[in-house]
């Protein structure tokens, strides 16, 4: 089983940098969780953010945030709309599903064939 963050959406703030003051490099990140097994792909209703400065290559935590980044940040999660959660069955969980299902009819079968015939 694998669980990766899938990139939903980048944004590009308008706000100052905590770190280096720089007014064009802010950038919130919306990422959602992908988990891939055997059987499965699905898609979790779990959001993650990350704010990073593409100035001074730093990220930003909730800590530095200003009033205007938090104000900035609630007006963006507002406006986020995630993928649908969703669930996507593999071939081989199709196959196993027909063979369980083919084993399950064939011991119907012989148990009809084999009643006695007193009943």
């Known amino acids: 089983m694998s669980d990766k963050l899938i990139t939903v959406k980048e944004v590009s703030l308008n ?19 992908f ?3 055997k059987f499965s792909k ?3 209703q779990d959001i993650t953010t990350q704010m990073h400065c593409n ?9 530095n945030w200003t009033e205007d980044i938090e104000r900035v940040y609630n ?5 986020f709309t995630p993928k649908k959660v969703s ?7 199709w196959i196993v599903i027909g063979v369980i299902t083919a084993l399950a009819i064939t011991a119907v ?3 009809f064939i084999n009643l006695p015939e007193s009943l």
């Open 55 to 63: 100035i001074c290559d730093t990220i930003i935590y909730p800590v």
């Open 42 to 44: 699905s898609i979790t």
């Open 87 to 93: 669930k996507k069955f593999k071939p081989l969980f």
């Open 35 to 37: 988990i891939e097994t």
């Open 15 to 33: 706000n100052n940098c905590p770190e280096c003051f720089s007014k064009e490099g802010l950038e919130l990140t919306f990422k959602q969780q």
């Open 109 to 111: 079968i012989l148990v």
């Open 75 to 79: 007006y963006q999660m507002k406006a």
